[in-house]
């Protein structure tokens, strides 16, 4: 079974601009959650996606969305991007809304300049 | 606010002996515990996870629970080079998310 797969594996973009990410779930699973890693604060939440609700939200401003498709499919998007905002950027899906078994992605390193 | 502590290390074992890496929780209610693996540059792996008190052997791997003390561990019997990476525990949050601690980077020397 194919993994949790994750596009662009990295981005270079410019302060103001905006970025999106995609994500495709292993097959049969159908929540999605997205976290952001950096070396000082860790892995933090975003959101998580079930059934093409969003369910979830971390402590992000509002710059930070996403959506999910009817195929379990994801994106985020960010939206005039600041320095602070690289990062890796990690999906990972679980089978249900009430599983906790989460399964990472590659990532999507971004860089802003 | 739901936190997760880990000695950060580095934690240097020899090859073939056991490394035990620490975990403690601030929610009592949590009921789901999780370890993943994470070598550099890459993105973290599910390696162990548990659900009750006592000890759940995977392999080289153990996971131990105590949920009176809030606590969670993982002993890496017969450590490897290739053992060689940042350990993260994890817990579920509130949010159907799951709570990571900053991990815990393990050295294991030939």
Known sequence: ?113 | QKEVEQNSGPLSVPEGAIASLNCTYSDRGSQSFFWYRQYSGKSPELIMFIYSNGDKEDGRFTAQLNKASQYVSLLIRDSQPSDSATYLCAFEGSQGNLIFGKGTKLSVKP
């Open chain 1, 1 to 113: 079974k194919a993994g949790v797969t994750q596009t662009p594996r990295y981005l270079i973009k410019t302060r103001g601009q905006q970025v999106t990410l995609s994500c495709s779930p292993i097959s049969g699973h159908r929540s999605v959650s997205w976290y952001q890693q950096t070396p000082g604060q860790g892995l933090q939440f975003l959101f998580e996606y079930f059934s093409e609700t969003q369910r979830n939200k971390g402590n992000f401003p509002g710059r930070f969305s996403g959506r999910q498709f009817s195929n379990s499919r994801s994106e985020m998007n960010v939206s005039t991007l600041e320095l602070g905002d690289s990062a890796l950027y990690l999906c990972a899906s679980s089978l249900d809304q009430v599983s906790y078994e989460q399964y990472f992605g590659p990532g999507t390193r971004l860089t802003v300049t």
